[in-house]
């Protein structure tokens, strides 16, 4: 217990934060369960773009494509009749599926190779979804009326989020996490001590991918309507890549950070008319006040202040025997 | 020891060209079990493109290699380290954020021995002890000295647990006193047991070390034998000094 505390300083914080989300519809109003929701919906798409993306430093551009299948397998099951919640794990499957087929190409591009190449990845399924008639084209889908359900899916949502930074959690601190590392800080140098780079980078996309189809389904059935512009948008996939970058790229608790300072900015630019229109104008002014002060993101700039405070406690400890 | 007596390595015929550069012309030779064996050559004679060949890291143009009698052509890297044969690195790879442990880990992890637990942990400090890395275990790579960072690079191919162990240039940059530190090192890992293949520089560490040795030059094969005989060989010597008609000119 004390071995896990000393891992994480901040897991009292995140379990007192979780609970709080989870009694949440006890004391607050529908504004703000509707606020936390799209919190916890952001914690889910960085957290598990993160794995890949941060951990493993193999950065994606293309996530809304995981968004998009979720949000269009749940949509056009429902509307064949299924209950929403058996379309998820479907939706989570494609994903993988989908994430596999990407991946075994893209994979052997490497940095910014890959990068560029998950760009086009997304604008096509994007461009797909579009075109094809069963997905509704360019004006989208609607769900089948009687299956919206606010309050489970508020649930849910918080639900996934909490689990999606625990299987992190889990998944880092055991083998699997220490290959993602090696490959990130040197992929030839991982391959000469024997990790299947492309094997273990497809297992991290998997399981990223899936989490994120399934935000995507909980995220269909929340607004009952979906179009490529909404679930297939770049400015999604960059949005995905920004909060992990600006909260602290490969830590557990940056993509949170990040999630929340973008759940929040949202919520104050939507509600400003005059602000609604640029707010990818103040993300690209983060992006670049992070990149030039603190590569590492608002966890950086956390653990620069921490040890700065703890300098200015020892010698006040060491200075106490002397004095007395 | 193995108890039958074949070759536990045979090099055949591997070329690589890269473009229009025959880096590697149809080298061959075979490692017996508990060999120390030395390949050197002057600098671009192709050493290190023989060992990048030999465990996958670049595809030879032709040739074999088989190592236990398996044929290992078309095998990526990280499946030859899981069979056994596993290369250091002249400029080393450490994962420099991660600490001397960890590094050391991937290999246990990862390597021929895949173990988990209890077992990778007594495998990772038994290979920290091994290579007086010990008192560095929880310090970020990094950080290290370039004599510890060669025998970082050393530890994490040693944790994979090899059956043969291919050293490229681990003294080059230390002092004589690790020069020493690290003969005795190779010394000891073969006596427990290992093949050693050693690409080197330090003239001193081959003859002192080396039960047999090829050298190369221009990517070609032009001695064989017991150090003390192949380095007197007049072609070994043209290639280190260059031969007379040069000098004069």
Known sequence: MTALLRRHPLLPLGVLFGAFLLLAPTFTGRGTQNDLWNMAFFVVLAAAWNLLGGFAGQVSLGYSAFVGIGAYTTVLLSKAGWSPWLTLPVGAALAVAFSVAVGLPTFRLRGPYFTIATIGVGEAVRVIASGLEFTGGSSGLRMPAGTFDFLANYYAMVGLALATLVLVAWLTQHAFGLALEAIRQDIDGAEALGVHSTQ???????????????????????????????????????????????????????????????????????????LRDSYLFIY?????VVMLFEPRGIMGLLERLWTRLARRQVPAVAESPGAG | MPVESGPILVVSSVSKRFGGLLALDSVSFEVQPGEIFSVIGP?????????????????????????????????????????????????????RDMTVADNIRVGVLYGRLRLRGAKARERVDEVLSRTELGHRAGVRAGVLSIGELKRLEIARA???????????????????????????????????????????HHVHAVAGLSDRLVVLNFGKKIAEGRPAEALRDPAVVAAYLGDETEVRV
């Open chain 1, 200 to 274: 273990v980078k497809l297992q991290a996309h998997a399981i990223s991918s899936a989490l994120v189809a399934l935000a995507g389904g909980l995220f269909a059935t929340n607004f009952q309507y979906i179009s490529p512009g909404s679930v297939f948008d770049f400015r999604l996939s960059l949005t995905i890549v920004l909060m992990p970058i600006i909260g602290g790229m490969g830590t557990l608790t940056g993509p949170v950070l990040g999630a929340m300072l973008f759940s929040i900015l949202q919520i104050k630019l939507l509600a400003s008319p005059a």
């Open chain 2, 158 to 200: 040693l944790a994979t647990g090899p059956a043969v162990l291919c050293l490229d240039e681990v003294m080059g940059g230390l002092n004589p006193a690790e020069i020493q530190q690290a003969m005795a090192l190779v010394r000891a890992l073969r006596d427990g047991g290992l093949t050693i293949l050693m690409i080197e």
């Open chain 2, 43 to 95: 600098n671009g004679a192709g050493k290190t493109t023989l060992f990048s060949c030999m465990v996958g890291a670049v595809t030879p143009s032709s040739g074999s290699v088989r190592f236990l009698g398996e044929e290992l052509a078309g095998l990526r890297n990280d499946q030859i380290v899981v069979r056994g044969l596993v290369r250091t690195h002249q400029i080393v790879k450490p994962f």
């Open chain 1, 284 to 288: 690209g002014g983060l992006l670049i």
